[in-house]
C-alpha cells in the first residue's frame, strides 16, 4: 500500500530557539539567521491564479514573499511594492517570479509618504494592464514598553504605513477593480490578543481587521471580495527590525501550541485560496494562520 504525505506540524520547521540578532532599519531577509522559508524550494503551483493582475505591498520578504512567489507559481503577474532600501531582497522575489513565467514590476515607495499609494495603483495598472488581486500586507511594529514615552512620531508613522495606506490603495485601486476581484489585508493575532509593548502597533492591527469585514460589505455589490489573514508568531524580518523586545528574540513562537514559529511557506496556501475563484463564497472573513492561538472580533 502506498504511504501517506504526513508531515508533522510539531517537528516540521522546529527550531529550539532563534540566536539573538539584530539589523538597521529596514531589516533585510538576506541577513536573517536562519533564512525564513517562503516557499523558493518548495512551493508548488496548479493554474489557481492564471493572468491575475496583483498588487502586493511589503512583497519583498517574508509572508509578502511568500505570497508574491505562491501567486506567480500559479500564473499571476505581481507589482511587488517594498520599501527603499530593501531592493535586495525585492530582486530576489523579482527572480523568482520571472523563473515561474511571470512579470514582476518593482515599486519601491515608502507608505509613510502620502502621494505613494496613487502612485503604486497608477504604476500597477499601467505595467501590468490592470488590477484584481490586491495583498494589503505592508507594515511597521517597533516595539516599545511605556505608553508615556512612545513617540507620537512613531505612533503616526504606524497607522499612516498599517492602515491609512490602506485606505488610500483601495481608494486608487477602485475604478479598476473587474467583479471577481480579492482584496486580501494582513492583520494580526495582535487584533485580539495585543502585546502591551506593541500598543500602537496592535491597535492598528485591530483597525485592520473591521476595515475588512466593512470594506467587505461595501464592496459585496461589485463583486470583489475582502478578506484578511491574521498570522501569529511568523519568522520574518520584521521581528528583528525594532519588532520585539531584544531579549525575545530566543524564545520567539515558543509559547504557541505548536511550540514553534512559524515560517511564511505555512501561511502562503491561505492567500492564494482567498485570492483565488475557489474563494468565491467567502468575504468578510479573517483567517487564522496562528500556530493555535484562538481569534475573534
Ligand atoms: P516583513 O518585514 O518581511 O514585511 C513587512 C514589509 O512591510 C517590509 O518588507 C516592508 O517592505 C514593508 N514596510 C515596512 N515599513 C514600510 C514603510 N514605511 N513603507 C512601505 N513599506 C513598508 O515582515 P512580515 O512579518 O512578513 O510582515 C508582513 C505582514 O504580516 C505585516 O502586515 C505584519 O504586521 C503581519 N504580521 C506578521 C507577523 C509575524 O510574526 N511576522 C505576525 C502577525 C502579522
Ligand atoms: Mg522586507
Request: glycine share 8%; with cysteine.
Amino acid at each position: 500500500m502506498t504511504e501517506p504525505t504526513l508531515k508533522d506540524p510539531r517537528t516540521l520547521y522546529r527550531q529550539d530557539g532563534f540566536k539573538k540578532q539584530d539589523q538597521d532599519t529596514p531589516a533585510l531577509e538576506e541577513d536573517m539567521m536562519p533564512k525564513p522559508d517562503c516557499g523558493e524550494e518548495s512551493y508548488q503551483g496548479n493554474h489557481k491564479l492564471e493572468n491575475r493582475r496583483v498588487l502586493i505591498t511589503g512583497g519583498d520578504s517574508g509572508i509578502g514573499r511568500a505570497a508574491a512567489i505562491a501567486f506567480a507559481r500559479e500564473g499571476a503577474d505581481i507589482a511587488l511594492h517594498y520599501l527603499p532600501g530593501e531592493d535586495k531582497d525585492a530582486k530576489e522575489v523579482a527572480a523568482y517570479i520571472e523563473k515561474a513565467g511571470r512579470k514582476a514590476v518593482l515599486l519601491s515607495y515608502d507608505l509613510r509618504d502620502e502621494s505613494a499609494p496613487q502612485e503604486i495603483i497608477d504604476r500597477t495598472v499601467k505595467e501590468l494592464g490592470g488590477i484584481d488581486t490586491m495583498v494589503l500586507n505592508a507594515a511597521q511594529q517597533i516595539s516599545h514598553p511605556d505608553i508615556t514615552e512612545l513617540p507620537m512620531a512613531q505612533v503616526k508613522d504606524t497607522f499612516m504605513v498599517n492602515i491609512i495606506s490602506m485606505f488610500a490603495l483601495v481608494q486608487a485601486a477602485e475604478p479598476h477593480l473587474p467583479a471577481g476581484s480579492s482584496i486580501i489585508t494582513t492583520t494580526s493575532v495582535q487584533a485580539f490578543n495585543p502585546s502591551p509593548h506593541l500598543l500602537d502597533y496592535a491597535t492598528t492591527k485591530s483597525a485592520i481587521a473591521n476595515f475588512t469585514i466593512g470594506l467587505a460589505k461595501q464592496f459585496s455589490e461589485k463583486g470583489i471580495r475582502v478578506n484578511g489573514v491574521a498570522p501569529g508568531p511568523i519568522w520574518t524580518a520584521l521581528q528583528l527590525d525594532q519588532g520585539q523586545p531584544k531579549d525575545a528574540l530566543p524564545e520567539f513562537g515558543q509559547d504557541s501550541l505548536m511550540q514553534r514559529a512559524g515560517q511564511p511557506a505555512e501561511l502562503a496556501p491561505v492567500y492564494v485560496f482567498l485570492a483565488s475563484n475557489d474563494a468565491s463564497y467567502v468575504t468578510a472573513q479573517i483567517y487564522g494562520v496562528t500556530g493555535g492561538e484562538a481569534i475573534n472580533l
